[in-house]
């Protein structure tokens, strides 16, 4: 039943009826509004969730690639290394040719 207007209560007082439909609606639109915040600030966490994950997996990776940059330092100067001690020993093997030529020589 309709409220009854002030001025005349034989009539239907149709601002109070106006009244009670825009709070009804400012109501409807604040648990719309309060469930669409719920929603967002969910998917904030998760994406700062997310966002942790993908920090740590890049820390990771970082250390990774240190590790295997300096496996790869370490690759690079083995062969150096090795064909050094090649020279080396060639150097050796020659010397003791031509020491053991002279000495052949020399009847010794």
Do not use: T, Y
């Not at 002030?6 to 009539?11: D, K």
């Amino acid at each position: 039943m309709p409220d009854k207007c002030i001025i005349n209560p034989e009539w239907d007082c149709l601002g109070l009826m106006k009244a009670k439909e825009l709070e009804k609606d400012l109501e409807d639109f604040r648990e719309h509004n309060s469930a669409n915040h719920k929603e967002f600030f969910n998917r904030l966490a998760v994406i700062d969730k997310m966002d942790a994950i993908q920090a740590e997996q890049n820390k990771q990776i970082i250390e990774k690639l240190d590790q295997l940059a300096a496996d790869v330092a370490e690759l690079k100067s083995k062969p150096g290394k090795h064909w050094d001690g090649m020279v080396e020993k060639i150097i050796s093997v020659l010397v003791a040719a031509i020491v053991g030529f002279m000495l052949a020589k020399f009847g010794m």
